[in-house]
């Protein structure tokens, strides 16, 4: 039977605009935007979860701003890390609902590429452990490989996250080959057992290509809903702005 995939909203990039404002200290009262208003935002709107990334180098997502998170949230939690002990001693005290473990290095953009689950296989699995011991569920952000699918449910992961860069890159043309390759990873990982989620590059113009692989459980979109938001709420904030001026009078 059918069903609609799930929606986790990413919300990194809602810190990286106050960030690029507030960075010596977002603390201040007018330090915007508030990340809880916008995912509470993302709440209203139907979201099914709520992602962010707590970097090494918090170039965006903050630590308090997890366990504000973590306190307020109405709606499951998705903490992507790196498999670092810091990071790892933070989410076993805020015990999100999920975490994503990832790569990460600190000269990238953003995450490039999936986790090599084979190759880190020693490493992750005592991480993956200890968070399912402390209650949350642990997803593997991989590349579409089976090999990465056989290490994942060999680990004792619940879930795998598909990097979906590559097909999403070569869209609108040229991403047939990845398309191919998600669709026949997410097979693998159904009959592993493993939860299958998607994520890195989503938008609403390969949503319905994306759509054709089997057995989505959840699909994690930020950047593409954080950009869309500036064009779907500038024209009303500019207005709000203007109707409060025009309220006011100043000597001249």
Do not use: W
């Amino acid at each position: 039977m059918s069903r609609t995939p799930k929606l986790g909203v990413n919300i990194d990039h809602v810190a990286t605009l106050r960030q690029a404002r507030y960075a010596p200290d977002p603390r201040v009262p007018n330090a915007e935007p508030l990340l809880l208003r916008a995912a509470r935002e993302c709440e209203a709107a139907g979201a099914d979860s709520i992602t962010v990334h707590l970097r090494e180098d918090r170039r965006h997502i903050q630590d308090r701003d997890v366990y504000e998170l973590r306190e307020h949230l109405r709606i499951p939690l998705n903490l992507e890390m790196g498999n670092t002990p810091a990071i790892l001693e933070i989410a076993l005290q805020i015990r999100p609902d999920y975490v994503c473990l990832v790569p990460e290095h600190r000269r990238e953009v953003t995450t490039e590429g999936g986790l090599d689950a084979v190759a880190h296989a020693r490493d992750l699995a005592p991480t993956i452990r200890r968070l399912r011991d402390n209650g949350t569920l642990v997803s593997l952000f991989i590349d579409p490989l089976p090999d990465q699918v056989t290490a994942a449910a060999r680990l004792g992961a619940d879930m795998i996250e598909l990097h979906t860069g590559a097909f999403a890159n070569g869209c609108p043309e040229g991403c047939e080959n990845e398309l191919q390759r998600l669709i026949q990873t997410a097979e693998s990982a159904h009959q592993a057992g493993l939860k299958v989620n998607a994520g890195h590059g989503i938008n609403m113009t390969n949503l319905p290509r994306l759509l054709t692989i089997p057995h989505l459980h959840e699909l994690n979109v930020g950047h593409h809903l954080v950009s869309e938001a500036i064009f779907t709420g500038l024209r009303a904030s500019v207005a709000a702005m203007l109707s409060a001026l025009s309220s006011c009078r100043v000597s001249p």
